[in-house]
């Protein structure tokens, strides 16, 4: 969903790209992980088990609210964001920690990255082969604008298994029960330790760790089955759940979103990746049509009952590489879309071709919608998003009954405050 997850670094083609899937456009309802973070040393020793996680300075108090009702009320959820620390580009960390900051008020709640799964039983507040924190970890600009400082927005940090070890993690995990047990364990003490009001957690990439034997039905069941346990053991200490999934439009795969949706509080959907840093060529992260029908799956959900327990989220990053398998190069990100924008200029086109000549697996074609994008004078072609192709996002979810909306990742929007206000007409409290 995200640089270090989805994208790569702005502009940085780093030597793993080689080794990634070579299948774009679509190719498969799950991508396999990207390596950007699976090139990075092995972990530090001795990972420790939530408990006894590193202490932040300046760490939140942790009231303990026993029998807090589910977070489930129509718009208390309808506009978040994730953070996360940009790796390499302090810059770029920095802006998305005041861009928060400067609009807290605007959002219901936040997502910051703060934390990762680094075993079956533990988990880390730092990148794998690193001690040092996440950037931004427990920074006081969102602890000061949450209700960690008396705000309201509420803090519900990320906690994340994206590269292949952590992955790997949690593929044993949910198929032991004495491991899964001892994995919630850990997830509620980090809530409670910290006076979190809640966790989100993003699994990714779980079909691409299956064995000889392994079927996604299996993970699919066991993932759905962890869900409801980790929602329920959160919801008794007062604590929520959300959880950030791959856009689908059936269950087939690993992410059940009918399963997970009768357990979680609020269901992110990654709404972008279609194309992603890494694949074999450029093209739209986020097609329209290709929304549209996922937004119409969720809409056939339990009769239309759950679509304000799904938030759509959108892509503040674009893609620059080859717009052929065949053309060569590497598909690298571009986050956020300020640079993209810088790097676009005046004058770029506002439509493309591409997707009539790019289909899903099944044949599938999808309307790119509005698709700003731009040949450059190296002859790479940079595909993103402006102010508008996203509010034709946004108005897909509206018009789908979605409760929301989220992104990935705060800092550097288009038009700056003009993206706040776009999404208070649409999504108003």
């Known amino acids: 969903m995200k640089l270090y997850r989805h994208a790569l670094p702005f502009l940085h083609a780093a030597a793993a790209v080689a080794a990634v899937a070579a299948a774009s456009c679509g190719g498969g309802v799950e991508r396999a992980p990207l ?4 090139t990075i040393a092995e972990p530090t020793a001795g990972s420790a088990p939530a408990p006894d996680a590193p202490d932040a300075p300046d760490a ?95 803090l519900v940090p990320l906690v994340a298994a994206v590269d292949r070890p952590d992955v790997a993690a949690v593929h044993a995990m949910i198929h032991d029960p004495a491991l899964r047990a001892e994995h919630v364990a850990g997830l509620v003490a980090i809530a409670v330790k910290n006076g979190y009001d809640g ?24 993932f759905s089955a962890f869900v409801g346990e980790l929602a329920r053991a959160l919801h008794a200490r007062g604590k929520t759940l959300s959880l950030a999934v791959p856009a689908v439009a059936s269950a ?35 097609p329209l049509g290709w929304l549209e029908r996922t937004v119409a799956y969720i809409g056939g959900i339990d009769g239309g009952a759950r679509r304000e327990r799904f938030l759509l989220g959108l892509p503040n990053y674009g893609l620059l590489g080859p717009e052929a398998a065949e053309g060569g190069g590497a598909v690298v ?36 919608g509005r698709a700003p994008n731009r040949v450059l004078p190296s002859g790479e072609h940079l595909f993103f998003e402006d102010l508008e192709s996203l509010e034709e996002k946004v108005n897909a979810a509206r018009q ?18 003009a993206f ?7 999504f108003p409290r």
């Open 199 to 222: 966790l989100d957690v993003d699994y990714e990439h779980l079909s691409s760790v299956l064995g000889p034997g392994e079927t996604v039905e299996a993970e699919r069941a066991a």
């Open 252 to 286: 087939r795969g690993v992410y059940d979103y009918e399963a997970l949706s009768a357990s979680a509080d609020h269901v992110h959907v990654m709404g972008y990746d279609y194309h992603w840093g890494g694949g074999s060529h450029a093209g739209p992260v986020a």
């Open 60 to 154: 939140p108090d942790a009231p303990d609210a026993p029998g807090a009702p589910r977070d489930g009320a129509p718009g208390d959820h309808r506009f978040c964001g994730w953070l996360h620390e940009f790796r390499g580009d302090p810059a770029s960390t920095e802006l998305g920690y005041d861009t928060f900051a400067a609009h807290a008020g605007a959002f219901d709640v936040v997502h910051p990255k703060w934390w990762r799964v680094a075993s079956p039983t533990t988990f880390e507040n730092h990148p794998r082969g690193r001690s040092a924190p996440f950037g931004g970890f427990h920074d006081r600009r969102v602890l000061d604008a949450t209700t960690a400082g008396g705000g309201r927005t509420r």
């Open 400 to 417: 789908g009954g979605l409760g929301g909306v989220t992104y990935w990742s705060i800092g550097g929007e288009p038009g700056g405050a």
């Open 35 to 38: 390596l950007a973070d699976a």
């Open 420 to 426: 706040f206000s776009m999404i208070e007409r649409h």
């Open 333 to 368: 990100g571009c986050e956020p879309l300020s640079k993209c924008l810088e790097l676009a200029g005046d004058g770029y086109e506002t439509s493309t071709d591409h997707m009539g000549r790019c289909a899903e697996d099944g044949g599938e074609r999808f309307a790119a």
